[in-house]
């Protein structure tokens, strides 16, 4: 006990609240433990004044021999720390420790640094911000600043940070940025954090540009530890803002490089990892930095690389975590394919490690890589579904994220399935939760069909409805309601839809589980009351005595029986009640005893209805008409039905109504006071935008959104009208570009790459390989220099092993779940024609099942080139990451979106491993379609030239026809358009190789345009132009990308078009048609 200079009060003190057995019985110990401390700081001298002479160094109070008695503490400087440190402990514990507040600031005031210290510790950690004793400790704070002592003045920006509020900076800012000129380097790395919490607290008087001025200049500082200081300075500022910055990744570039290459003193490595805290701040930095910035990331890209693969080469936890920071920047930079292929096979790694913490950095890289390029997804299949069945929990939830992230319309279903599984066995409230909002979120964006999102939205809401916003269930009711909004030919395929959903209910309502939610039953209520009468399985009747039956049960079948509950059950069953056209004893009884409800509102609709069944039964198909719920209601603000009542009250010798002479001024008042207020309003009304249509997965529920108590303007599911607003169909915050002189493409949740291709960096001349890497040990892939980006040796293809039937299964499995992502493999064909499972009601058993996604066509290889001497690099609207995009030596610059003629593939029959035969050198180059590489054709052949038809002036003006009618301009931005491009699996490409008509970008523009399409984007830097358009209504979407290259003389150019659609047909028509326009 005396090795840890404790006193034995305060050793028991710790032992008993260690050893206590309940919250009671520490309390009890802290109510002790505060009467004993308070009177040991409030014992009294002589002259019956509280003693202030315990502080040491303070001045002995007048008292004599008497006082010093009177107060043990004067004697005793270890007790005049340890009980502020015990009052520490009861603030800790929840209890009251002001009494001691006032001997804390007077510490502060000693001239001892360690009872200095302790008092600005205990007033740090107990005084708030709001507390007048903070003003009694400024003007020692300001003598710790400028003290010669570096301890001292440690301690004072120490309390800076914890003590001083907004309305105090100006009293010791001038101080605090006076110590960054301190010879010693930990006051001066003290004092950057300082003045940033200064900055922090008051930006008017620590102004950002004078913070970022001092940063700059520390950054340079010639300690490492100021230098690391100054780091998370600079990452807090540029997460706010990072343009003051972007002139800095030379620097930063060049500190981790020095860092890298062990270049800093020994002490700052860990377990061998050269200052592994250092280097992942830069690299977040630089993630920061380059986030939507080629230029600023074009410098980066070989220091990550290098950076990656030593902290690869020493495998432990410290460059694990170096490597995971590497991927989440390498993923939110501007794309590099050389440094993502790098970052799947880190991730790789984790995934297939048996440490789960490793396992867990996986998921979460391959959740960060696979937003933005979905295709390295593809590789993990296996490991994926192998996440889902561990019994980590923490590993589930991360994994369970990662399905969400990867959602798109072909794995829908499945990944629904899944989230649906673990929703119903998980009784996590948070994870309950999530899941919740996740299902829901990808059930209106990805839908299939109509159906299957009535099914979907029923179970979650008989797995968790109480989680479930009201919305959810006013979107189910207006998409039953409206159905496709296509009044034309889908009127019956709006009555099939109500009557699956009629039902889907009523199979439930006649085995209703013991406890159903709030929204569950409210939405049965509405639905059996609208369609009812739709329903085979169960006769009007049965229904409604099944109503009466669930509104006289328990209250956990009614949601827990809510007053707003029951109103909507009784006037489902009034309305049952009329289409039946009799009433059936069950619902007498039942509104019988709900005419002596409590419920005012209750009571009044009963007594209501009983009169008029009673009375005027006639009138029951106008009081509730059938599927009325969309019609709207006329009212008659004149009342003039009353006319009849007025009249005859009139006859029998009442007074007419006279309107009020007072009204006639308020009226005039109210007219003045318009007059006045119209005055003001300068800005004429805003001109109606055009509908568009096309904008959801699905076409729409039609115009009105009609919902459940009034809820105006709620997100209406898939098949909701094209004006309804709802998350797929938010338009993203346009992004503004770093340098407005080039035209950048933001885009977001695309399934490809886009924007600016890499530059092709030079391989570097052959060096002495460098001997500071974090391991001893190198390989023939390290050294290999990180100029050459996309160089990889080929190997040789691997024997496919026997597969057995459990991987076979999970294999199935995995096509399922990755299905619709570029690169995923084809599913293996079943064993047994046996269906997967699926939701637990019957009516989710035959749409259920797992969708097999069709095999992506073999990418076309393209040729490899020798590079040539690196041009400046382009700004390619549409341009993909190849894995190498280099030039001929003496030919002209690559065209990344040349398209690759191609040819139907044969059925694949087994050939023999050989190595292809070498190309001839006369041959021209074939140039690299991104497309095809990724997948995105479909197969489809580029069609054969046509002969030209008439170039007249009328053919020219003429809008391009599909089905017998016209297409129509598809307004989208260009974030929308990139979204779109991954989503239409139908793509046709055209090479012109010149063309007069569409010589220039301007004039290519104009011929799309005048074909009837919208021009979404044109960037003159690059020739490049992307218009949309839809046809039948919007049922199908097209997507024109179109590339001019001039041609020597001037009068012609190449043109390249790349149509995509969601019909093949349309995609082929089209671009036939712009084919032979452009000649």
Not at 107 to 125: D, E, N
Not at 740 to 760: D, H, I
Not at 969 to 983: A, K, M, N, V
Request: net charge negative.
């Amino acid at each position: 006990m005396s090795g840890m200079h404790l006193s034995r009060e305060f050793f028991e003190l710790i032992k008993a609240i260690g050893e206590s057995k309940s919250k009671q019985e520490e309390d009890r110990i802290i109510a002790r433990e505060v009467v004993t401390l308070k009177k040991k700081l409030e014992t009294k001298g002589n002259d019956g004044k509280s003693s202030l002479g315990m502080i040491p160094g303070s001045p002995h109070l007048p008292g004599g021999a008497g006082g010093a008695k009177g107060n043990a503490l004067n004697t005793n400087k270890k007790k005049a720390r340890e009980f502020l440190v015990r009052c520490l402990y009861v603030e800790m514990l929840g209890h009251d420790g002001s009494f001691g507040y006032i001997k804390a600031v007077e510490l502060a005031a000693s001239q001892s640094i360690i009872h200095k210290r302790t008092g600005y510790l205990v007033c740090s950690c107990c005084l708030s911000p709001e507390h007048e004793f903070r003003f009694m400790l400024v003007n020692q704070m300001q003598r710790d600043l400028i003290s010669s002592n570096l301890l001292e003045s440690c301690g004072a920006l120490l309390a800076v940070t914890s003590l001083i509020t907004s309305d105090l900076v100006g009293t010791v800012s001038t101080q605090v940025i006076g110590l960054l000129e301190h010879s010693a380097e930990t006051v001066r790395k003290k004092a950057i954090i300082a003045l940033h919490r200064l900055h922090q607290l008051a930006p008017d008087v620590v102004t950002q540009q004078e913070l970022i001025e001092k940063v700059r200049r520390m950054l340079c500082d010639r300690d490492p530890a100021v230098m690391g200081a100054t780091l998370n300075v600079i990452e807090a500022i540029a997460r706010v803002n990072s343009q003051p910055f972007k002139d800095l990744v030379p620097s930063l570039i060049s500190i981790l490089k020095q860092i890298c290459e062990r270049r800093l003193p020994s002490e700052y490595d860990y377990h061998r990892i050269p200052a592994p805290w250092m280097q992942m701040k830069i690299v977040r930095i630089l993630s920061v930095i380059g986030k939507n910035d080629s230029a600023s990331s074009e410098g980066m890209y070989e220091i990550l690389g290098d950076c990656l693969r030593k902290a690869e080469e020493a495998g432990i936890n410290a460059s694990n975590a170096i490597v995971y920071e590497c991927i989440r920047c390498i993923t939110n930079i501007y794309p590099n394919n050389t440094l993502l292929d790098c970052a799947g096979a880190s991730i790789s790694r984790f995934l297939s490690s048996r440490s789960q913490n490793l396992r867990y950095l996986g998921v979460t890289g391959l959740a960060s890589i696979v937003e933005k390029h979905p295709k390295y997804a593809a590789d993990h299949q296996l490991a994926v579904i192998e996440c889902l069945e561990d019994q980590d929990e923490t590993l589930l939830r991360k994994t369970l994220d990662l399905l969400y992230r990867m959602t798109n319309p072909v794995n829908v279903e499945f990944i629904t399935i899944k989230l649906l599984h673990f929703l119903r066995g998980s009784t996590d409230p948070f994870l309950r939760a999530d899941l919740t909002t996740k299902i829901c979120t990808i059930a209106e964006r990805y839908a299939p069909n109509n159906a299957w999102y009535v099914r979907t939205i029923t179970e979650l809401f008989k797995i968790a409805g109480d989680l479930v916003d009201d919305g959810v269930a006013t979107n189910l009711m207006s998409l039953i309601a409206e159905g496709t909004g296509n009044e034309e030919d889908d009127e019956e395929a709006d009555m099939v839809l109500r009557k699956q959903a009629v039902e889907l209910y009523v199979c439930l309502l006649g085995n209703p589980p013991n406890r159903m939610s709030r929204v569950l039953v409210e939405t049965l209520a509405w639905v059996v009351g609208e369609y009812g009468y739709l329903s085979s399985a169960m006769p009007l009747d049965a229904i409604i005595d099944g109503m009466c039956a669930l509104l006289s049960g328990s209250t956990a079948r009614l949601g827990g029986g809510v007053q707003s509950t029951r109103r909507l059950i009784l006037s489902a069953i009034m309305k049952m009640v009329s289409q039946y056209g009799s009433c059936p004893t069950a619902a007498a009884k039942c509104i019988d005893d709900y005419t002596k409800s409590s419920d005012p509102d209750a009571q009044k609709r009963c007594l209501e209805f009983q009169t008029i069944l009673t009375q005027a039964p006639q009138l029951l198909g106008e009081v509730f008409p059938v599927d009325a719920s969309l019609e709207d209601v006329e009212v008659d603000i004149n009342m003039s039905f009353l006319d009849g009542v007025v009249g005859e009250a009139i006859s029998t010798g009442a007074q007419p109504y006279q309107k009020p002479d007072d009204d006639d001024d308020d009226d005039d008042d109210f007219a003045v006071a318009s007059q006045t207020a119209s005055a003001f309003k300068m800005t004429p009304y805003e001109k109606p935008t055009e509908k568009t249509y096309g904008q959801g997965m699905m076409q729409g529920l039609g115009s009105s959104n009609m919902g459940v108590a009034g809820a105006p303007n709620v997100t209406l599911p898939p098949g909701s009208s094209a004006g309804a607003v709802g998350p797929q169909g938010a338009a993203a915050p346009e992004q503004q570009p770093t340098n407005p002189a080039e035209p950048q493409l933001v885009l977001r949740n695309v399934a490809n790459v886009w924007g600016k291709q890499a530059p092709t960096v030079q391989p570097p001349a052959a060096t002495v390989p460098s001997t500071s890497s974090f391991a001893s040990a190198t390989t023939s892939s390290a050294s290999s220099g990180y100029g050459g980006f996309g160089a990889s040796p080929v190997a040789a293809a691997p024997v496919a092993p026997v597969k057995t039937e459990e991987q076979l299964e999970k294999e199935r499995m995995a096509a399922a779940l990755f299905g619709g992502i570029s690169g995923a493999p084809p599913p293996p064909p079943p064993s047994t024609p046996a269906q997967p499972a699926a939701m637990a009601s019957p009516q989710m058993t035959p749409a259920a099942s797992i969708p097999q996604p069709t095999p992506a066509p073999p990418a076309v290889v393209s040729p490899q080139f020798t590079p040539a001497v690196a041009a400046a690099p382009e700004v390619d609207l549409l341009g993909f990451d190849m894995d190498t995009t280099t030039t001929m030596a003496a030919g002209p610059t690559m065209d990344m979106l040349a398209p690759t003629p191609l040819v139907q593939e044969p059925e694949p029959v087994p050939t023999p491993a050989a190595a292809p035969p070498a190309p001839a050198p006369a041959a021209p180059a074939v140039p690299a379609d991104p497309f095809a590489a990724a997948g995105l054709l479909d197969g489809f052949a580029d069609p054969a030239p046509l002969p030209s038809f008439s170039t007249t002036q009328a053919l020219d003006s003429a809008k391009f026809e599909f089905g017998g009618a016209p297409i129509a301009p598809l307004t989208i931005t260009t974030p929308q358009f990139g979204e779109r491009w991954g989503q239409c699996p139908h793509a046709q490409s055209a090479n012109i190789p010149s063309s007069t008509s569409s010589s220039t970008l301007a004039k290519f523009m104009a011929l799309c345009e005048r074909a009837g399409l919208h021009k979404v984007e044109e960037i003159a830097a690059t020739n490049e132009g992307i218009a949309a358009c839809m046809a039948g209504g919007g049922s199908s979407v097209a997507l024109i990308h179109g590339k001019i290259s001039p041609l020597p003389g001037g009068t012609s150019s190449g043109v390249d078009v790349t149509v995509k659609s969601t019909d093949p047909q349309l995609s082929l028509s089209l671009s036939m048609y712009l084919q032979n326009m452009i000649r």
